[in-house]
């Protein structure tokens, strides 16, 4: 995958993952916050800071958090289908499966990653329609920071 395929995809995941602490009602804001985090480290205090940076109005976080809802259950199923099926292509590699069982379930795998990456995609298209172009630029230059920081192996501060 190119580097900035890979941010694209890296960025949408983060923006989809911090949207939901900052665009819930204050009643719901203590529930979305514990599903962002226990999807990852700090994901939805990025997507947080993310949010601000970018000043989005009432009306754009409400769209944001339209999008988000629309692309959810896809994004969750896709999710949860990779990680089993990487726990069983973790069990292929350590049983005593064959070279062909092995391949088969790589390129399930390989299948299903392409599929939830295409599915962020069309999330951050949907997303980046409701952005200025002030707003696009920031984002490019927050996606950008991201990128290098986890190319150089260090966690988005931003």
């Known amino acids: 995958m190119s580097r900035s395929l890979f941010t694209l995809c890296l960025v949408a995941s983060l923006f989809s993952l911090g949207?939901?602490?900052?665009?819930?009602?204050?009643?719901e804001t203590a529930p979305l916050v514990a599903q962002a985090q226990n999807r990852g480290s700090g994901a939805g205090q990025r997507g947080e800071r993310a949010m601000e940076r970018l000043n989005l109005s009432a009306e754009q976080r409400q769209q944001l958090q339209s999008i988000r809802q629309k692309y959810a259950g896809q994004t969750e199923k896709l999710e949860t289908d990779l990680r089993s099926q990487q726990g069983e292509l973790r069990?292929?590699?350590a049983g005593s499966a064959d070279k062909e069982t092995i391949r088969k379930k790589h390129n399930q795998v390989t299948q299903t990653r392409q599929?939830?990456?295409?599915?962020?995609f069309e999330m951050m298209l949907d997303s980046r329609e409701i952005l200025t172009p002030q707003q696009r630029q920031?984002?490019?230059?927050m996606a950008e920071e991201w990128g290098g920081r986890m190319k150089r192996g260090r966690r988005p501060q931003n």
């Open 19 to 27: 949207q939901a602490p900052l665009l819930a009602s204050p009643g």
């Open 91 to 93: 069990q292929l590699m």
């Open 115 to 120: 599929k939830l990456g295409d599915l962020r």
């Open 138 to 141: 920031e984002f490019a230059q």
